[in-house]
């Protein structure tokens, strides 16, 4: 479902990310995955052919768009905005997840080398 819509999904992309914070390790592994082939696969970034991404990712208030035209967005603009902004975000707190106790801190030797592999 979010391949197809990413912008209308939001919120399933937000649960999913909040499974990575599982404490059961094979679900959050498994929603990891999920994410990795969402951001990889080019479903919510789009990508150039040498894999670089076409739009940078920025803070809702740094935008571009935000900076420049204000209230004036429309509501399509805003949206997009919105949306780059969570992708950021949780791009962000899938990094502090995996590098952070969860699995790099791990208990289980297969756990730290997943994360080491992911990074």
């Known amino acids: ?18 499974l990575t914070k599982k404490t059961n390790k094979k679900w959050a592994e498994m929603a990891i ?3 990795k082939d969402l951001f990889l696969e080019g479903y919510l970034l ?9 739009k ?29 902004h969570c992708v950021r975000e949780v791009l962000r707190d899938l990094f502090s997840v995996i590098i952070g106790k ?6 289980l030797e297969y756990f730290r080398t997943y994360a080491m592999d992911f990074v």
């Open 46 to 54: 789009e990508r150039k052919k040498d894999g670089r991404l076409v």
């Open 102 to 107: 969860e699995f790099m801190h791990a208990d």
């Open 33 to 35: 995955n999920a994410l």
């Open 56 to 84: 940078k990712l920025y803070v809702f208030s740094r935008h571009p768009l935000v900076l420049e035209k204000g209230e004036a967005m429309s509501d399509a603009e805003l949206c997009e905005v919105y949306f780059h």
């Open 1 to 18: 479902m979010i391949q197809n819509e990413p912008q209308a999904s939001i919120k399933y992309f937000i649960t999913l990310f909040g």
